[in-house]
């Protein structure tokens, strides 16, 4: 039968079925076969014959007969399942099934009526399929038994794996396969790498595809406060009932890493035809990040530290969770992360034939994956940061930030790669690590310097700052957190990278600026606790960042004699009116970008992107820890610290971006922060700024180190500047190299630092932000576009 005639069927049946006002019997297979048996559609044809107006029309006013189709492809695969798709034309009504489902599903669970469907026994529809009377004993739910049908056909010889059959007359038992011999790549806990198969790569592809739209319930549920409300669908699948878990999962994530977009070194590859691998690769991470979920993301009960290992012995319910968690070989570790590396860096390696190299476009995927792999695997976090392989994950976030600055439809990959690096800074070693030089020239927008990845990480944070879009500064908070993380670390800052980080000093600590909302000043803390760690601990390689703030000390003269009376408050808000810009987009010196770099642009008009919820302020995702004398941390109880000064009475009124999701302001949409943060007033419009509230955080400003730094060097300086009529840096430099300031500094303070935690403002963020790149990621076929989701908005740039 030809293709056409074969469409032209399915239309037919299609058309019949959203006519028919009666029901239609479940025993009329000579009218539901021609969904299956009598048609072969792509899934492209499946989403073009079948149009959302006629599913709705069929689930509003033949409801029966919408459930009677559903029922009736779910009994087919488990049928497809029992029997192991032993001929062409099993595998083919199991791929009509798998496609219809996928087509409908998201219309059952747009409905509120209809979503217990799934979840409902269907009388006469015994376990598994077999024709039980009409007891209940042992009917599973719908959804169950399609749950556990995809597994098994996930592992079905000849059809989703390779056949380990001895001789022709053999067949391999479904019941009694051990689904463990067949994991589909080498890497986790399994060692042979089965031959490719492009067929099996396209099967597996449909099936993880209605998986991944069975997880989607998700995005049908408007966000709920009580954020341990667990996906069902996700829960059952990952539960001791599949017994595929093991195997599917290593599967999963062996596939994604093992990937090699650029194949075997044959440039064009990807143009000869059509990589099916690769289409796997981005289902199979799609499902993985989805299905890694437990508990909302809250470790419970959040007692003490120590609660973590408590929690490990009975370890959470959600299988795969469980055995990322338990992944400990070095040999292991290192295979996820040299492949998660390959990918992430792939869209950043230029070649000198242009379309050479195939583009991966699934780096956010790639980026929560890594996010879930250290969140719920400490030793693999510790693993990453052990050696230097760590800065081959943070190059190319550097570069999505940088190039994702000025798009506001890339705010969320603004996000989670700030967090990773928030994630990473809370720990020792990433510091450390920091300080190797930056050799490789990834092309990038920013200025050239030459310098270590310390130089790169402050260089793009100052790009970002200045010239990203008016959306980033909630992230302002975070990226500053990062760099005092890691400044007792940091043994020699480049020249370039001093001068950017006095220039967001000069930015941040002018009145307008100060004054213009109640918690602009941390800003200022947060940059004078990092020049202090760096004075106090790293002083002997850091000549350069001395010289940059001895060339600008009125700006801390400034900030110690800051006026604080109303009318020059009141003078400050005037000069803000009149230049509303966040930051001089004058950056200093700006010097030629890299050569070979694009400019970040803009969104496209008409990109579509996905709404996200509001993060929740720093003092809430992260906690303080001090370092002690032998480089163990300590928790430091919470207190009003400086930075949280604000919460007198006088700016309590109002609730600053980054500190909103205190209870339940977990609803504020990202839209609503947008238009409080755009209102002329700020976000906090019922808040002025009185002397007293300048008052009560100027005292606390720790200028004392650098006073005295300044105190002690800037006459020795001028007196060399006078006797040697000296007006070169290099001699200055040299001076300041060796100079010390031993016994002239106050005494070090202890090291702070924030190390991130998990919370349900972060959990509630991470969730909606997945499952909008989920959504704007399934273009072909648009398995949600134009349903009703209630997880975010979608909105059109």
Not at 103 to 126: H, K
Not at 496 to 506: D, F, G, R, S
Not at 613 to 629: R, W, Y
Request: aromatic share 10%.
């Amino acid at each position: 039968m030809g293709s056409s005639d074969s469409k032209l069927n399915f239309r037919k049946a299609v058309i019949q079925l959203t006519t028919k006002t009666q029901p239609v019997e479940a025993t009329d297979d000579a009218f539901w076969d021609q969904f299956w048996v009598d048609s072969t559609t792509t899934i492209q044809d499946v989403f073009a014959l079948v149009p959302a107006a006629e599913i709705r029309a069929v689930r509003e006013e033949s409801p029966s007969n919408l459930a009677t189709l559903c029922y009736k492809a779910v009994e087919k695969l488990v049928q497809g399942a029992e029997s192991g798709c032993q001929t062409e034309r099993e595998k083919q009504v199991i791929l009509n099934c798998t496609r219809i489902l996928t087509r409908i599903l998201p219309y059952i669970f747009e409905d509120q009526d209809w979503r217990g469907f799934f979840w409902s026994t269907v009388p006469g529809a015994g376990r598994a399929g077999t024709d039980e009377l009409d007891d209940d004993d042992g009917a599973r739910p719908l959804a169950e038994s399609l749950l556990l049908a995809i597994a098994d056909l996930l592992f079905c010889p000849d059809f989703t794996v390779h056949s380990h059959r001895r001789g022709p007359d053999s067949v391999e038992s479904m019941q009694s396969l051990d689904s463990c011999e067949y994991i589909w790549e080498s890497g986790v806990g399994f060692a042979q790498s089965p031959p490719l198969n492009y067929i099996h790569d396209l099967n597996r592809t449909e099936l993880l595809r209605l998986l991944l739209t069975c997880f989607s319930e998700a995005m049908y549920l408007p966000h709920s406060s009580d954020n341990n409300v667990l996906n069902p669908w996700v829960t059952f699948f990952c539960s001791t009932e599949n017994r595929h878990a093991l195997p599917l999962f290593t599967s999963l994530l062996n596939v994604v890493c093992a990937y090699d977009p650029v194949g075997y070194g044959i440039p064009y590859n990807h143009l000869l035809f059509a990589d099916y691998r690769e289409q796997l690769v981005e289902q199979a991470v799609q499902v993985l990040i989805v299905t890694l979920e437990h508990d909302g993301g809250v470790p419970h009960p959040p007692t003490s530290p120590s609660s973590m290992e408590e929690h490990e012995s009975t370890g959470p319910e959600n299988l795969f969770v469980n055995y990322l968690s338990r992944i400990h070989r070095e040999e292991d570790f290192d295979f996820v992360l040299k492949g998660l590396a390959r990918l992430l860096t792939n869209p950043l390696t230029q070649t000198y034939l242009p379309n050479s190299t195939k583009k991966i476009q699934f780096h956010q995927e790639l980026l929560v994956l890594f996010w879930k792999l250290c969140d719920f695997n400490k030793k693999f976090l510790f693993f990453v940061l052990k050696s230097s392989d760590v800065l081959d994950i943070l190059v190319p976030i550097l570069y999505y930030l940088n190039d994702a600055r000025a798009d506001q439809s890339r705010v969320g990959l603004m996000h989670i790669g700030v967090f990773i690096l928030l994630l990473l800074s809370g720990e020792r070693n990433f510091g450390v690590r920091l300080n190797k030089p930056y050799s490789i020239h990834v092309p990038m927008d920013i200025p050239v310097f030459t310098g270590t990845h310390a130089d790169l990480l402050i260089v793009v944070f100052h790009k970002i700052i200045t010239t990203g879009h008016q959306r980033l500064q909630p992230l302002f908070d975070c990226l500053l957190t990062i760099v005092v993380n890691v400044s007792p670390y940091l043994k020699r800052l480049s020249m370039v990278a001093a001068n950017k980080l006095l220039h967001l000093l000069e930015a941040f600590s002018t009145s307008w600026f100060l004054f213009s909302t109640a918690q602009n000043h941390h800003l200022v803390f947060f940059l004078l606790e990092a020049f202090n760690n760096i004075i106090q601990y790293q002083f002997d390689g850091n000549c350069n960042l001395v010289y940059a703030i001895i060339r600008k000390r009125n700006v801390f003269h400034q900030l110690a004699n800051l006026p604080s009376d109303p009318a020059s408050i009141q003078k400050a808000l005037q000069r803000k009116k009149k230049s509303p810009d966040v930051i001089s987009r004058t950056s200093s010196q700006e010097t030629v970008s890299m050569e070979g770099s694009h400019p970040a642009v803009p969104a496209e008009p008409g990109t579509l992107k996905a709404s996200l919820v509001a993060m929740p302020g720093i003092d809430k995702l992260t906690e303080k820890s001090q370092v002690s004398e032998d480089g163990t941390m300590v928790s430091v109880p919470k207190t009003d610290s400086p930075h949280t000064v604000h919460s007198d009475q006088s700016a309590a009124a109002g609730t600053s971006d980054t500190e909103s999701n205190s209870g339940r302001d977990n609803e504020v949409s990202e839209a609503e922060m947008e238009r409080r943060r755009l209102s002329s007033v700020s976000s906090t419009s019922s808040w002025t700024p009185t002397p007293e509230w300048v008052l009560s955080w100027k005292c606390k400003l720790p200028l004392q180190t650098i006073m005295r730094l300044l105190q002690v060097l800037v006459p020795q300086v001028e007196k060399i500047c006078i006797d040697k009529g000296l007006t070169d840096e290099s001699e200055i430099l040299k001076f300041l190299q060796h100079g010390t300031l031993v016994g002239l500094l106050p005494v070090p303070h202890p090291i702070l630092i924030r190390k991130y935690q998990a919370n349900a403002g972060t959990a509630m963020w991470f969730r909606t932000y997945m499952w909008g790149v989920v959504y704007l990621r399934n273009v072909d076929p648009p398995i949600w576009y134009d349903t009703d989701v209630r997880l975010f908005e979608i909105q059109r740039m």
